[in-house]
């Protein structure tokens, strides 16, 4: 765990087992309570060639939006196992299916996907860890704090967190939980010239009453992940319950938490983007050639950085 005091400069190498120690005790500490699906499927055509789909979520309540390996064209019926059937219902023009699910010929709406999900789907795990999901993923890529399914990517930081460092800091910290579903966007890297332009995915993002009005009242505010800063700031700037579409940069900082935890993100991507608007540019940079000096592991089965 490498931990960075803005206001004195102060950089400590430390593990996690130590950063309750680093807390302020005054600080409300922000969860994202979103819960992982096994939104990764295998299926096939009627001539046995297979195609993989990640699903994103659902766009109405009998169709969901996916991501599709291969030609496929609307009207194309694909085989899954168990007496599943997906029919693809219009390809859009940013590449994505819209898709419809059956089981023995009865349209499932979305309840209905995510149990065939828990059946048939494999863990969504990042496109650079180039391995088949596992067993062991089914537990490692989800959070102690999981609670609403919907997410297709971890939010990563809440990773490091035990069942027995989770019931420390409830116990011993003011706490609120928000819920925003990590997209496959996150993994999208910065392609536009001027930052500006990037076309920042949507998620659901939800912040319940009582959590609001805890987050109105708090003096610090720390997050638990990139996610649960995004989703503060998204509340805290009146965007109530639309989707999350902020891009926070140099050119849009942070404004409404003073402190995160966060692992090392990948270059370009919006997340290391997101680390630069709190500490600076030219810092962040400093920081992560730090990290990689002191052999820290990055992304998602990574280290952690709490900033202060």
Same mark, same amino acid.
């Given at each position: 765990?490498?931990?960075?005091?803005?206001?004195?400069?102060?950089?400590?190498?430390?593990?996690?087992?130590?950063?309750?120690?680093?807390?302020?005790?005054? *600080?409300?500490?922000?969860?994202?309570?979103?819960?992982?699906?096994?939104?990764?499927?295998?299926?096939?055509?009627?001539?046995?060639?297979?195609?993989?789909?990640?699903?994103?979520?659902?766009?109405?309540?009998?169709?969901?939006?996916?991501?599709?390996?291969?030609?496929?064209?609307?009207?194309?019926?694909?085989?899954?196992?168990?007496?599943?059937?997906?029919?693809?219902?219009?390809?859009?023009?940013?590449?994505?299916?819209?898709?419809?699910?059956?089981?023995?010929?009865?349209?499932?709406?979305?309840?209905?996907?995510?149990?065939?999900?828990?059946?048939?789907?494999?863990?969504?795990?990042?496109?650079?860890?180039?391995?088949?999901?596992?067993?062991?993923?089914?537990?490692?890529?989800?959070?102690?704090? *999981?609670?609403?399914?919907?997410?297709?990517?971890?939010?990563?930081?809440?990773?490091?967190?035990?069942?027995?460092?989770?019931?420390?800091?409830?116990?011993?910290?003011?706490?609120?939980?928000?819920?925003?579903?990590?997209?496959?966007?996150?993994?999208?890297?910065?392609?536009?010239?001027?930052?500006?332009?990037?076309?920042?995915?949507?998620?659901?993002?939800?912040?319940?009453?009582?959590?609001?009005?805890?987050?109105?009242? *708090?003096?610090?505010?720390?997050?638990?992940?990139?996610?649960?800063?995004?989703?503060?700031?998204?509340?805290?700037?009146?965007?109530?319950?639309?989707?999350?579409?902020?891009?926070?940069?140099?050119?849009?900082?942070?404004?409404? *938490?003073?402190?995160?935890?966060?692992?090392?993100?990948?270059?370009?991507?919006?997340?290391?983007?997101?680390?630069?608007?709190?500490?600076?540019?030219?810092?962040?940079?400093?920081?992560?050639?730090?990290?990689?000096?002191?052999?820290?592991?990055?992304?998602?089965?990574?280290?952690?950085?709490?900033?202060?």
């Amino acid at each position: 765990l490498m931990v960075y005091e803005r206001a004195s400069n102060k950089l400590t190498h430390s593990t996690f087992k130590e950063i309750f120690d680093f807390f302020p005790p005054h *600080a409300l500490v922000v969860l994202n309570d979103t819960k992982v699906i096994k939104a990764r499927l295998f299926a096939h055509t009627a001539q046995k060639r297979p195609v993989e789909i990640l699903l994103h979520h659902a766009t109405s309540p009998t169709a969901c939006l996916a991501q599709m390996r291969g030609k496929v064209r609307p009207g194309l019926v694909l085989g899954l196992e168990g007496g599943y059937s997906c029919e693809v219902l219009e390809v859009l023009d940013n590449g994505l299916r819209v898709l419809s699910f059956k089981h023995g010929g009865e349209l499932l709406e979305w309840a209905g996907v995510l149990e065939m999900l828990e059946l048939l789907g494999h863990v969504p795990l990042p496109p650079y860890l180039k391995r088949p999901d596992e067993a062991q993923d089914l537990q490692d890529y989800q959070s102690v704090f *999981a609670k609403y399914p919907g997410a297709i990517a971890a939010p990563t930081a809440s990773l490091h967190f035990s069942q027995s460092a989770k019931d420390h800091l409830l116990k011993n910290f003011k706490h609120v939980f928000i819920t925003l579903h990590v997209g496959a966007g996150t993994f999208l890297s910065v392609q536009s010239e001027d930052i500006r332009e990037h076309p920042m995915h949507a998620e659901f993002c939800r912040s319940l009453p009582q959590a609001g009005l805890t987050l109105d009242e *708090a003096p610090y505010i720390l997050c638990v992940g990139t996610t649960a800063l995004r989703a503060t700031e998204h509340y805290k700037r009146g965007f109530g319950l639309k989707p999350c579409e902020l891009f926070l940069h140099l050119g849009n900082p942070v404004k409404h *938490a003073q402190a995160l935890l966060t692992n090392f993100h990948l270059p370009e991507s919006t997340l290391i983007m997101l680390v630069a608007s709190m500490v600076g540019l030219d810092k962040c940079l400093e920081l992560y050639k730090i990290a990689i000096e002191h052999h820290y592991r990055f992304y998602s089965y990574g280290d952690g950085m709490l900033i202060l």
